[in-house]
């Protein structure tokens, strides 16, 4: 199994193997990126039950890594606006990466040698915490509904909010079935707001307006 050949690696990255795109040529030795044991509509999780791709566990693995897509899509707008929070997402993307491996080993089939792999720290979301309030410390206070806007970086940020409002409900069944650590939706939930509150602030400091919900006139 493919699993096997590179137990080295951290199982988020395993997770995401047949994504790798190789270096060197292919040789016989070499492990290929694909592996046609999900040609029937079945993937492993990091315990080696073969569950359907539309499952719960799946579904919540998939979110996350395309919330960690956006973020990265993000933080190159933030680096062409020289923004300092770059640091703090490629943080973010790591927690997502973490997030990934505990959704990847349900409680249900893991063994001893999973523990460290099925926790996920509440200081994670603590984290969050800090950050929020010290952008909020920088923001005008909010007096109306706000539409995703605000220039490329921030308007990317709303998008990877609303996609982290998806991966947290899509968590919701796995928490519910005592599968993963409740810290994994504490973190997903305080995320959104920090997201929230990044994309306002990043249009602030390019000079960016914010668009204004206004009620649609009708006629």
């Not at 039950?49 to 395309?66: M, N």
């Not at 707008?77 to 990934?100: K, M, P, R, V, Y």
């Amino acid at each position: 199994m493919l699993f096997a050949v590179f137990r080295r690696l951290p199982i988020s990255s395993l997770l995401q193997t047949r994504h790798l795109i190789p270096s060197v040529p292919m040789s016989d030795s070499a492990p290929r990126i694909y592996t046609r044991t999900g040609d029937k509509g079945k993937s492993s999780t990091f315990t080696g039950e073969r569950r359907f791709k539309d499952d719960f566990v799946f579904e919540a693995l998939g979110t996350t890594d395309e919330l960690s897509s956006v973020l990265g899509l993000a933080r190159e707008f933030t680096l062409e606006n020289h923004h300092a929070f770059e640091d703090q997402l490629i943080t973010i993307q790591s927690c997502l990466q973490d997030i990934g491996s505990c959704i990847a080993t349900p409680k249900s089939s893991a063994k001893e040698k999973h523990q460290n792999v099925i926790q996920f720290p509440e200081s994670n979301s603590k984290e969050l915490e800090q950050w929020i309030d010290t952008y909020t410390n920088e923001l005008e206070p909010l007096r109306n509904f706000i539409l995703p806007s605000g220039g490329k970086t921030s308007s990317t940020l709303h998008m990877a909010r609303t996609i982290c409002r998806r991966a947290e409900r899509r968590v919701v069944p796995l928490i519910r079935d005592e599968e993963i650590d409740p810290n994994v939706g504490v973190y997903l939930n305080r995320l959104s707001d920090f997201l929230f509150t990044l994309a306002r602030y990043a249009a602030q400091k390019e000079g960016r307006e914010e668009i204004i919900y206004r009620k649609p006139k009708t006629t």
